[in-house]
């Protein structure tokens, strides 16, 4: 017992540790654990004074829930470690000291805290998700244990799953897919959508409602330059305390903010009362607060390492009484006056953000230099959505217009570069998620902002070296020995404020190019005399030259001018070119295919096909003004078996045009569909599955007839009539879409299917069929340790399984040899799981799927008589 004791008493012996006052530890909370950790051995150390840093010389760990503290730069620097008071209880727990990594309150880290447990799923699976978890500071558990705080299954049925209810741990359930779309945006969302028994995303269609996301802790956060000027009580963290957060610092304030006398009286009288000083010197600041990325004591000041933010930090810090970071949030940074390059031709729309979340991403928008809208046109370029139900995001489809979620804007913003729509993180959408809840997670990239802002020696006074000549802010090159080189450059603009509206790189290119000394001659390479004369951007020691004629320079000005004039058209012929009809009639073997319709895409008038010196607001101004008054559709028709089009791009380009002018809008979405088109019933993948959806079903000849007359004819007179086939198929199509209106969707909710690799169509196919009306299609393929997997499918919602399909698995497949050899396998291993299978003819699933309801029929079901017979 007294062995015990004393190893207890000496787990943390080796910790010096000091508790960081956050918002969720501060007082009763931090006395019990600085308690704990002393009764085991630990010392605690304190500052002598509020003001004073964290002496980081003298301790070993850092105990915070947070990295929003001052010295935690200095702390990652100085390898102290920086852990969330849950790694006290682990260790405590496991007698050992737990790795602080698991651990860190780094928000990059964004799986840390977690204990995973995975439940029967695939080794392939299993093994990503616990490799991604280990990567983002979480832990894994082979066993059940009270540290386990997720468990990942399928279903509830299994063992461990039962032990752990058993036994109480207050752990979730979900499913594999809460990690995978928590990868794929690199954030983690809210688990609740795929927690188990019910999951959301499984029980809920991708069309429904999803839920606003509120994010209070926006507030302060959303705009560059506050309106007003917060007061500490109006803050509940306040707590009507005098100010203590400037305490012992000394402020800055820039000339930039442009503040009228009484409000910035009013500020400095805030940070005298609470402890702190104003200075005019940004050599004695602590803080320097301005609004623009431009003036040199902005640049001497982030090269020196202070705290640089702008007015909305300011009212931030005074408003809670805390420190934060002015990095942490993109809007508490000083902006750039000229925005973020090339983002000015961006014309940008919100859908699905709201409150706070959405001021934010306006005024983000606006401050990386492109132009927001509230309502959405043909000529925006880019749609931000936290989901993809919204009337916006159908339209953005129609006219092909970027759709992302706010993490490439942010992304865009932090790094100040212009990410790439096509990196899956902006086009991930989880299904029943509104990415609005981890809006504002995104830092500047300090790294990417000094590259641009204010690189080394970008801190030196112009004046400094010279009073006769302005000297450019760029650091002496280390080979140059005269001065008369230096100062021969372009004067550079004053330091006062407002007078720079560029970042620093770009005015270090604004000037002529330095004359080199006669140093730097002597050293040069090839000083013979040269015709035609070398480059003189050739560098030293380069040997291989390209030799150029005399007057290539002046003809690689001229075409370098002409493209730049093409630059406009060059775009516009991009965009055409992947349009059905456009400049590229390359025509598609089958109307069946998905295309984009004609009018996702703006046209080209005329006008604008010649007129090459035309720049492209001229010609965005066109296309404004030439689609302007078209209404909205009244009709979302699909088609089905039309052949009217086959081979003809043009002409299908053409007649889109035309009936999209009636109101009538071309859609290859099955799923948007108000009505679809077809000679008469088919068993085609398109009709199959737009009668999921029950939509009007009409006869070709009714697009025929439109284009024909040039005009909206009545669709009621031409609903599709076809006793013959209705005849043949035994059903009745006004009965299929009577039912397809009641099952919504869900005919096939709680199934277990499974399809063969090589089943005529393509698996794909009978898995949309399958999808489209609720139920799940597995590849079976007989593989070692697939067992798992069919088990997952066959439980998964097994209520409505058990109700609609009793005990029943399907195979679908053909009468191939190869095929055949899959069935014995497939029977043994469902028959050994208690449940019946089934080996049945693509038709089971085609006539289900056509009539709209469950029907059994003896050809359906495939024995090794078919075989013969078919082989």
Same mark, same amino acid.
């Given at each position: 017992?007294?062995?015990?004791?004393?190893?207890?008493?000496?787990?943390?012996?080796?910790?010096?540790?000091?508790?960081?006052?956050?918002?969720?530890?501060?007082?009763?909370?931090?006395?019990?654990?600085?308690?704990?950790?002393?009764?085991?051995?630990?010392?605690?150390?304190?500052?002598?004074?509020?003001?004073?840093?964290?002496?980081?010389?003298?301790?070993?760990?850092?105990?915070?829930?947070?990295?929003?503290?001052?010295?935690?730069?200095?702390?990652?620097?100085?390898?102290?470690?920086?852990?969330?008071?849950?790694?006290?209880?682990?260790?405590?727990?496991?007698?050992?000291?737990?790795?602080?990594?698991? $651990?860190?309150?780094?928000?990059?880290?964004?799986?840390?805290?977690?204990?995973?447990?995975?439940?029967?799923?695939?080794?392939?699976?299993?093994?990503?998700?616990?490799?991604?978890?280990?990567?983002?500071?979480?832990?894994?558990?082979?066993?059940?244990?009270?540290?386990?705080?997720?468990?990942?299954?399928?279903?509830?049925?299994?063992?461990?799953?039962?032990?752990?209810?058993?036994?109480?741990?207050?752990?979730?359930?979900?499913?594999?897919?809460?990690?995978?779309?928590?990868?794929?945006?690199?954030?983690?969302?809210?688990?609740?959508? $795929?927690?188990?028994?019910?999951?959301?995303?499984?029980?809920?269609?991708?069309?429904?409602?999803?839920?606003?996301?509120?994010?209070?802790?926006?507030?302060?956060?959303?705009?560059?330059?506050?309106?007003?000027?917060?007061?500490?009580?109006?803050?509940?963290?306040?707590?009507?305390?005098?100010?203590?957060?400037?305490?012992?610092?000394?402020?800055?304030?820039?000339?930039?903010?442009?503040?009228?006398?009484?409000?910035?009286?009013?500020?400095?009288?805030?940070?005298?009362?609470?402890?702190?000083?104003?200075?005019?010197?940004?050599?004695?600041?602590?803080?320097?607060?301005?609004?623009?990325?431009?003036?040199?004591? $902005?640049?001497?000041?982030?090269?020196?390492?202070?705290?640089?933010?702008?007015?909305?930090?300011?009212?931030?810090?005074?408003?809670? @009484?805390?420190?934060?970071?002015?990095?942490?949030?993109?809007?508490?940074?000083?902006?750039?006056?000229?925005?973020?390059?090339?983002?000015?031709?961006?014309?940008?729309?919100?859908?699905?953000?709201?409150?706070?979340?959405?001021?934010?991403?306006?005024?983000?928008?606006?401050?990386?230099?492109?132009?927001?809208?509230?309502?959405?046109?043909?000529?925006?370029?880019?749609?931000?959505?936290?989901?993809?139900?919204?009337?916006?995001?159908?339209?953005?489809?129609?006219?092909?217009?970027?759709?992302?979620?706010?993490?490439?804007?942010?992304?865009?913003?932090?790094?100040?570069?212009?990410?790439?729509?096509?990196?899956?993180?902006?086009?991930?959408?989880?299904?029943?998620?509104?990415?609005?809840?981890?809006?504002?997670?995104?830092?500047?990239?300090?790294?990417?902002?000094?590259?641009?802002?204010?690189?080394?020696?970008?801190?030196?006074?112009?004046?400094?070296?010279?009073?006769?000549?302005?000297?450019?802010?760029?650091?002496?090159?280390?080979?140059?020995?005269?001065?008369?080189?230096?100062?021969?450059?372009?004067?550079?603009?004053?330091?006062?404020?407002?007078?720079?509206?560029?970042?620093?790189?770009?005015?270090?290119?604004?000037?002529?190019?330095?004359?080199?000394?006669?140093?730097?001659?002597?050293?040069?390479?090839? @000083?013979?005399?040269?015709?035609?004369?070398?480059?003189?951007?050739?560098?030293?020691?380069?040997?291989?030259?390209?030799?150029?004629?005399?007057?290539?320079?002046?003809?690689?000005?001229?075409?370098?001018?002409?493209?730049?004039?093409?630059?406009?058209?060059?775009?516009?012929?991009?965009?055409?070119?992947?349009?059905?009809?456009?400049?590229?009639?390359?025509?598609?073997?089958?109307?069946?295919?998905?295309?984009?319709?004609?009018?996702?895409?703006?046209?080209?008038?005329?006008?604008?096909?010649?007129?090459?010196?035309?720049?492209?607001?001229?010609?965005?101004?066109?296309?404004?003004?030439?689609?302007?008054?078209?209404?909205?559709?009244?009709?979302?028709?699909?088609?089905?078996?039309?052949?009217?089009?086959?081979?003809?791009?043009?002409?299908?380009?053409?007649?889109?045009?035309?009936?999209?002018?009636?109101?009538?809008?071309?859609?290859?979405?099955?799923?948007?569909?108000?009505?679809?088109?077809?000679?008469?019933?088919?068993?085609?993948?398109?009709?199959?599955?737009?009668?999921?959806?029950?939509?009007?079903?009409?006869?070709?000849?009714?697009?025929?007839?439109?284009?024909?007359?040039?005009?909206?004819?009545?669709?009621?007179?031409?609903?599709?009539?076809?006793?013959?086939?209705?005849?043949?198929?035994?059903?009745?199509?006004?009965?299929?879409?009577?039912?397809?209106?009641?099952?919504?969707?869900?005919?096939?909710?709680?199934?277990?299917?499974?399809?063969?690799?090589?089943?005529?169509?393509?698996?794909?196919?009978?898995?949309?069929?399958?999808?489209?009306?609720?139920?799940?299609?597995?590849? $079976?393929?007989?593989?070692?340790?697939?067992?798992?997997?069919?088990?997952?499918?066959?439980?998964?919602?097994?209520?409505?399984?058990?109700?609609?399909?009793?005990?029943?698995?399907?195979?679908?497949?053909?009468?191939?040899?190869?095929?055949?050899?899959?069935?014995?396998?497939?029977?043994?291993?469902?028959?050994?799981?208690?449940?019946?299978?089934?080996?049945?003819?693509?038709?089971?699933?085609?006539?289900?799927?056509?009539?709209?309801?469950?029907?059994?029929?003896?050809?359906?079901?495939?024995?090794?008589?078919?075989?013969?017979?078919?082989?």
């Amino acid at each position: 017992m007294d062995l015990d004791g004393a190893e207890s008493k000496s787990l943390f012996a080796q910790v010096q540790f000091y508790i960081v006052q956050t918002v969720d530890l501060r007082g009763d909370s931090a006395r019990e654990l600085a308690k704990l950790l002393e009764d085991n051995g630990a010392e605690e150390i304190t500052r002598t004074a509020i003001a004073d840093p964290i002496p980081l010389q003298d301790i070993t760990h850092i105990i915070s829930t947070t990295t929003d503290f001052p010295e935690y730069g200095a702390a990652n620097d100085a390898l102290k470690s920086v852990v969330k008071p849950d790694w006290v209880k682990a260790s405590i727990a496991k007698g050992r000291l737990a790795n602080p990594r698991q $651990y860190s309150p780094d928000p990059r880290l964004f799986f840390s805290g977690l204990v995973v447990c995975c439940v029967d799923l695939p080794s392939g699976d299993s093994d990503a998700i616990i490799g991604g978890v280990l990567a983002m500071g979480g832990l894994y558990s082979s066993s059940i244990s009270k540290m386990v705080t997720h468990i990942v299954a399928l279903t509830m049925d299994s063992d461990k799953c039962k032990t752990a209810i058993s036994r109480n741990v207050k752990c979730k359930f979900v499913l594999p897919h809460w990690f995978d779309d928590c990868l794929k945006l690199g954030k983690r969302i809210d688990e609740a959508p $795929y927690c188990l028994p019910d999951p959301e995303i499984l029980r809920k269609r991708p069309e429904d409602r999803i839920p606003e996301a509120g994010r209070q802790d926006m507030l302060g956060a959303s705009s560059p330059k506050p309106d007003r000027l917060p007061t500490p009580s109006s803050s509940p963290s306040a707590n009507h305390r005098q100010l203590t957060v400037f305490k012992g610092k000394k402020v800055m304030l820039s000339r930039d903010l442009e503040l009228g006398s009484h409000l910035l009286g009013t500020i400095e009288d805030l940070i005298l009362n609470g402890g702190g000083m104003v200075t005019g010197s940004v050599y004695k600041a602590d803080i320097f607060i301005c609004h623009y990325r431009e003036s040199l004591d $902005y640049r001497i000041a982030s090269r020196a390492g202070k705290d640089v933010g702008n007015l909305a930090w300011l009212y931030y810090l005074i408003t809670h @009484n805390a420190w934060t970071s002015p990095l942490r949030r993109l809007l508490h940074y000083p902006v750039a006056r000229q925005g973020l390059p090339g983002f000015s031709i961006f014309r940008i729309s919100l859908s699905n953000y709201n409150g706070e979340a959405r001021v934010y991403l306006e005024n983000l928008a606006k401050a990386a230099g492109g132009e927001f809208t509230k309502t959405m046109k043909e000529d925006n370029t880019h749609l931000i959505t936290a989901h993809m139900v919204s009337e916006k995001c159908d339209a953005a489809k129609e006219w092909n217009i970027h759709m992302v979620n706010h993490l490439w804007l942010e992304e865009s913003y932090a790094k100040w570069q212009i990410q790439t729509v096509s990196d899956p993180r902006y086009n991930h959408f989880p299904t029943r998620t509104n990415l609005g809840e981890v809006v504002g997670q995104t830092p500047i990239d300090k790294q990417a902002v000094e590259k641009m802002f204010f690189p080394l020696g970008s801190d030196v006074d112009p004046s400094a070296e010279s009073d006769d000549v302005p000297r450019p802010m760029s650091v002496k090159p280390p080979n140059a020995t005269s001065s008369r080189s230096t100062n021969a450059m372009k004067p550079q603009p004053s330091r006062s404020a407002g007078s720079q509206e560029v970042p620093f790189r770009a005015l270090q290119s604004d000037g002529h190019t330095p004359k080199a000394s006669k140093e730097n001659r002597r050293h040069t390479e090839g @000083n013979a005399v040269r015709t035609p004369a070398s480059s003189r951007f050739i560098g030293q020691g380069k040997e291989n030259e390209t030799p150029s004629t005399t007057g290539s320079r002046s003809a690689k000005d001229k075409a370098v001018a002409k493209l730049h004039d093409l630059a406009p058209d060059i775009a516009l012929f991009q965009k055409e070119r992947k349009r059905v009809g456009g400049v590229t009639h390359g025509g598609r073997k089958s109307s069946e295919d998905l295309v984009p319709e004609v009018n996702r895409k703006r046209s080209v008038s005329k006008d604008e096909d010649t007129d090459t010196g035309a720049d492209e607001e001229t010609r965005a101004t066109k296309r404004a003004k030439k689609s302007k008054g078209l209404a909205p559709p009244s009709m979302r028709l699909a088609l089905s078996g039309y052949k009217g089009w086959v081979s003809a791009a043009k002409k299908e380009g053409e007649e889109r045009a035309r009936l999209r002018a009636m109101g009538i809008l071309i859609v290859p979405d099955v799923a948007s569909c108000t009505h679809l088109a077809s000679p008469h019933i088919l068993r085609t993948q398109k009709f199959i599955c737009a009668l999921a959806h029950a939509p009007i079903i009409l006869s070709t000849d009714f697009v025929n007839d439109c284009l024909s007359q040039n005009k909206r004819l009545e669709p009621e007179n031409y609903l599709l009539q076809d006793t013959e086939s209705e005849k043949r198929m035994g059903y009745k199509l006004s009965d299929s879409l009577v039912r397809a209106k009641s099952n919504k969707g869900q005919l096939l909710r709680g199934y277990s299917i499974y399809c063969t690799e090589l089943i005529h169509g393509g698996f794909e196919t009978y898995k949309s069929i399958a999808e489209v009306n609720g139920g799940k299609c597995l590849m $079976y393929r007989a593989r070692a340790g697939f067992t798992a997997t069919l088990r997952a499918g066959l439980d998964e919602e097994g209520e409505d399984f058990e109700a609609s399909s009793p005990g029943y698995v399907y195979l679908i497949s053909g009468t191939t040899p190869e095929e055949a050899k899959l069935w014995p396998k497939f029977r043994q291993m469902i028959d050994g799981m208690g449940k019946n299978p089934l080996v049945v003819r693509h038709d089971w699933i085609v006539d289900l799927a056509l009539s709209q309801k469950h029907q059994w029929r003896d050809s359906y079901n495939l024995t090794e008589k078919d075989i013969t017979l078919t082989a």
